[in-house]
């Protein structure tokens, strides 16, 4: 099908618009954005900047993609978003693009919903299906794992990362890390109550693989044992190679505590991108030595 442009909006003749796009009225696209096929601008959409948008996205009224970051130290440059495919970007979305720090990229993966009003700074890694509430803040350079939930109104912490399947209550303020699989509540300094069981068993987590998740919940968050401790117990229990999930969740708190004010990804921030943490916490240099997290803290004086 052709592409379908209102007489109304402003698109920039540079602008590379695949087929079967619908572009409502008063939007604006710049010269350097691409938007893949079966796309959809409502009305008053903004995409500007060095802006990739994959296929079959949809984008409701007001959003705003591919604005500068806000971040004094930006100076005007070819930093860049980039989003796959069948995301939903409800009314009033702003997404930053990436500040000339890391690789100077903001990205949103595949099958995510943002929901009215929510904001991704720049540098942020949004992954895939995720869901972003109404009204939550992603601070600058923070990692949104597969399939995370966020609930309305919470902020979080810039260099934070929420892991797999975890989830956010409502309204927090999150400073530090959410490990995998995790949920999270509590207002101003949001703790880890229990497992999010519900979103793993949507996700066919195993059965077995759901039951060391939770022996580890109580491990990790209520009876405080050291980490090492905590992985010699499951070795000896499983007879070797611990399953995918408990090596993620595990290493998540290890790379936690190796961090700093509970963020894996803030020993790395001063770094050159080279030097700087993957996607799961790990360097390919050794981290430094840091500061305590809250939960070695309680450990330690456990």
Known sequence: M??????????????????????????????????????????????????????????????????????????????????????????????????????????????????ANSHVAHNCYVYNDTILVNGVLLGGHVHVHDGAIVSGNSVVHHFSTLGRLSFVSGGCRVPHDIPPFMLAAGSDNPTIKTINIVGMRRAEIPETSIRLIKKAHRYLFRDLKPVATIRQIFEDEVGGELPVELESLISAVEAQSRGKMGRAREAFRAQPPAEQSDDQGKSNQEAPTVEQTPIDEKRKAA
Do not use: W
């Open 2 to 115: 052709a592409v379908e442009i209102s007489n109304l909006s402003i698109v920039d003749p540079r602008a590379r618009v695949a087929d079967d796009v619908v572009i409502g009225p008063f939007c604006v696209v710049g010269p350097h954005v691409q938007i893949g096929e079966g796309t959809v601008l409502d009305s008053h959409v903004t995409l500007s900047g060095h802006t990739s948008v994959g296929k079959f996205n949809r984008f409701f009224p007001n959003c705003v993609i591919g604005e500068g970051p806000q971040d004094k130290s930006y100076c005007e440059s070819d930093t860049r978003v980039e989003i796959g495919d069948d995301n939903v970007f409800r009314e009033g979305v702003t997404v930053n693009r990436g500040a000339e720090k890391e690789d100077g990229c903001t990205r949103i993966g595949n099958r995510n919903l943002l929901m």
